[in-house]
C-alpha cells in the first residue's frame, strides 16, 4: 500500500505559538502554497483520501480536488493541551521543563506525549490494512507525519525528528 503523506500549508499565526491541535487558519500565501502541493499531486489516483479534521489541512484537500475526505480525529496533530495557543516563551507552566526533558514520554498539561501520539497513528495505520486500498493520500501534520515515517520504517522514536517536514511537503512512504 502507498501513503501520500501531504503536510498543510502555513498558518496565520504568529510564529513561536503553541498551536498543534488548534483549529487554526491557512495563512495569507494560502494559494500560492496550495497550488504547488495540487501539482505535485495532479497526476496521481488514489483509492482513499483520508484528513485531519482541522481546516489547515481540509482547506488544503478541497483545494486540491479531494472535496469530500474521510476525516479522521487519529490524524489530528499533537495535542499540547493547556498549552494550545500560548507562546511557547511564555508559557509559566512548571511542567514545561519536564516535558523538555523527556517528549517523548512525558505530555503536556492536560495534553499528550509524542508516544501516545505514535500510538494513536499506529492503530490508524493497523485499520488502514484492513482495507483493500492500494494508493491512499493523507492529508495532516507534520508530527503525524514523522510518527508515519517512525512507524512504517522501523526507526527509533528518538529520531523522530530527523526526517525534516516543511509546509506543503509531499512524502510517499510504502506500507507494508
Known amino acids: 500500500m502507498k501513503l501520500t503523506l501531504i503536510r498543510h500549508t502555513s498558518v496565520a499565526i ?20 496550495a497550488l504547488i502541493v495540487k501539482e505535485k499531486l495532479q497526476y ?11 481546516q ?3 482547506k488544503l484537500a478541497d483545494y486540491c480536488g479531494y472535496t469530500q475526505p ?4 487519529s490524524l489530528l ?10 507562546v511557547w516563551d511564555e ?3 512548571p511542567h514545561l521543563n519536564v516535558y523538555f526533558e523527556n517528549w517523548i514520554d512525558k505530555a503536556p498539561t492536560h495534553g499528550e506525549s509524542f508516544r501516545e501520539m ?24 507534520g508530527g503525524v507525519i514523522r510518527a508515519i515515517w517512525l ?9 523522530a525528528f530527523d526526517l525534516e517536514v516543511e509546509y506543503g511537503d509531499v512524502l510517499e512512504v510504502e506500507m507494508i
Open 151 to 159: 512507524i512504517i520504517n522501523g526507526i527509533d522514536i528518538e529520531n
Open 118 to 141: 505514535v500510538a494513536r497513528v499506529t492503530r490508524f495505520l493497523e485499520d488502514l490494512k484492513s482495507k483493500s486500498y492500494e494508493n491512499i493520500a493523507i492529508f495532516t501534520h
Open 56 to 58: 489547515r489541512c481540509t
Open 70 to 73: 474521510i476525516i479522521d480525529n
Open 91 to 93: 508559557i509559566q507552566d
Open 77 to 86: 496533530e499533537l495535542n499540547f493541551g493547556a498549552w494550545e495557543l500560548e
Open 14 to 33: 504568529a510564529s513561536g505559538i503553541c498551536y498543534g491541535q488548534s483549529d487554526v487558519d491557512v495563512s495569507f500565501s494560502f494559494e500560492t502554497e
Open 44 to 54: 496521481k489516483s488514489f483509492d482513499a483520501v483520508f484528513s485531519s479534521p482541522l
